[in-house]
């Protein structure tokens, strides 16, 4: 399980491999398949929920195995939107300013990054033209890891991080875009795997090597000036593959990764260990302390900050 989006304190929609899409609409105590016919082989890594009917869910992989579908009717059924034929395109996640509009991101290719929006709810999604962003690094696209290397804020900003340890940012919906270095350790199994942002300057990132997962060697970093500079954070005890924030924003930050999790009330400054076990992907109810974590072996953990 890599893709958790929580609606509310009761709706929740989870995804993974195998073609799995979940629904809870009581609050996590049951889970209700929906299921895609003719994708029981895609590998859903992020999903965004808008309401118990209208969701978005991204898989991943080269070619025509990165798509992104969306259903209006609670998943009875899903229209196929992004329908992928580029071999060398391949998607990592998406994030949405409301139902209607949104991102999505792809590694790079042919050293242009690779970046989708739409505006109309989905039913065309056009490419950035390659003039309007930097030029990639080699190789450089984003970790596939939680569905949460894209944030976005207000009506136009939003941010992906990279695995460069690099930051893209746009504040006109995606219009135009500019890029800043983050001092977080990168490698090939290392880089920013997730980012967050709360309002138009405060943001946080995290990585570390999915390799080592106790590791903690420059594996998180803090922004107050919109994503222009970083500056490294401290406590936060290894790998960490999501970072959300809770109460939209305005309660503590959370990250998390397969060995344990880390909050922060400082803005991602300095952290706290939080005793349990890992996960792989979180996600906060808007304006709320109730959200759902999710990892392997199809867990799903409802969790709960007591202010």
């Known amino acids: 399980m890599r893709g958790i989006s929580a609606v509310s304190p009761t709706v929740a929609w989870a995804s993974g491999a195998t073609g799995t899409i ?17 994708a029981e082989k895609l590998d859903f890594r992020d999903i965004d929920g808008f309401s ?25 059924h899903w229209d196929l939107q992004l329908a992928n034929q580029d071999p060398k395109i391949f998607l990592d996640s998406m994030a949405f300013w409301d139902h209607d509009r949104g991102v999505a991101f792809s590694d790079s290719s042919d050293g242009k990054f690779v970046v989708f929006t739409t505006m109309d709810g989905g039913r065309t999604w056009n490419r950035v033209p390659g003039d309007r962003l930097p030029p990639a690094l080699d190789g450089e696209g984003a970790f ?12 136009d900003r939003v941010w992906i991080g990279t695995t460069a340890g690099r930051v893209l940012r746009s504040s006109d919906a995606g219009k135009t875009w500019t890029i800043s270095a983050t001092p977080v350790h990168t490698d090939k199994a290392a880089g920013i795997f997730s980012i967050a942002f709360r309002g138009a300057s405060d943001g946080i990132v995290v990585g570390g090597d999915f390799n080592k997962l106790d590791e903690a060697v420059d594996n998180a970093a803090f922004t107050a000036d919109g994503g222009l500079t970083w500056a490294l954070s401290k406590g936060v005890r290894g790998y960490r593959s999501v970072v959300v924030w809770s109460k939209g924003g305005l309660g503590p930050a959370i990250a998390i990764g397969p060995s344990g999790a880390d909050f922060s009330t400082d803005r991602g400054r300095t952290w706290t260990a939080i005793g349990g076990e890992g ?10 302390l109730v959200g759902w974590a999710a990892g392997d072996k199809g867990r799903i953990a409802r969790v709960t900050i007591h202010e």
């Open 22 to 38: 979940l629904r809870t609409t009581d609050g996590g105590s049951t889970w209700q398949p929906r299921r895609i016919a003719g």
């Open 279 to 288: 996960y792989d992907t979180a996600s906060f109810a808007p304006a709320a």
């Open 52 to 76: 118990d009917r209208v969701a978005y869910v991204l898989s991943i992989g080269p070619g025509d195995a990165s798509r992104i579908y969306k259903t209006t009717d609670g998943g009875e």
């Open 144 to 155: 596939a890891g939680s569905g949460t290397n894209v944030a976005v804020s207000g009506r």
